[in-house]
């Protein structure tokens, strides 16, 4: 199987068209990310202040719950995503309630910002969703957006999860869904090492958890994560940029 056609934005379009995919709350580890580093609300109108971050991008942002979130934490946000259809629910959402994120179709490994343009980076439940070729090539993408120093959140599938070994495996650990409202979508699971390996040479890791949630009835199922907060590195080699230089 062909796995470039995996890239393309049309089975995402669909899974949203359906109307899929519609989380409207903030992921909880993305939350803890931010009051661990960046900021933690104290009263209902105080927050201790732990670094100073301006820019954040939600990576893969859907209809953009997490972009949302970091506004109403008064940060200046970006969001992009591959589907058109989540965009424009994301744009609409955020008029709706009187914010304003930057939303843009785009894709994950041309991000179209300028070098050093973001303090944070999260992506949840994205470079999981791509082979690990391309996640890679995302991943030094995103730490060409990045400032020194800047704070990346991702979230990956892990080979201990039920669904591990579920669909068609087109590379190492790498499945094409074969059922579901993510039918033909790929899904990658990664390992301790093949975090490291997505990471390496581009952040240091500051905390690394996993998250396991057991499935009824029986309770022999497991949905399993790995939580991963990073810091851009600061000595790297030279590289072209590939996005389009906005945002500057």
Partial sequence: ???????????????????????????????????????????YDQREVKRQVR???????????HAIYFAREGFQTFGIDISPTAIAWATDWSRREGLSPEFRVGDITRLPYADGSMDVVVSHGVLD????????RAAE??????SPRGLFYLDLRATDDF????????????????QGFERG??????????????LNGLFGTIYIETTDHRLG????????????????????????????GVCS
């Fill in 1 to 43: 199987m062909n796995v470039q056609k995996h890239e393309s934005g049309q089975q995402w379009d669909q899974v949203y068209g359906a109307r899929f995919m519609t989380n409207w709350y903030p992921n909880e580890d993305i939350i803890r990310f931010c009051a661990r580093l960046i900021q933690r609300r104290t009263t």
């Fill in 55 to 65: 820019r954040v991008l939600d990576l893969g942002c859907g209809n953009g719950r």
């Fill in 129 to 136: 969703h791509v082979p690990m070729a391309v996640a890679r």
């Fill in 141 to 146: 993408e995103v730490r060409r957006v990045l």
């Fill in 163 to 178: 669904e591990h070994g579920v669909g068609e495996e087109i590379e190492p650990d790498t499945f094409v869904i074969t």
């Fill in 185 to 198: 979508l790929v899904q990658h699971f990664f390992t301790q090492q093949t975090v490291r390996d997505l």
């Fill in 217 to 244: 009835p029986d309770f022999q199922r497991k949905y399993a994560r790995w939580i991963i907060a990073a810091e851009a590195l600061t000595d790297l080699p030279a590289t072209p940029t590939t996005g389009t």
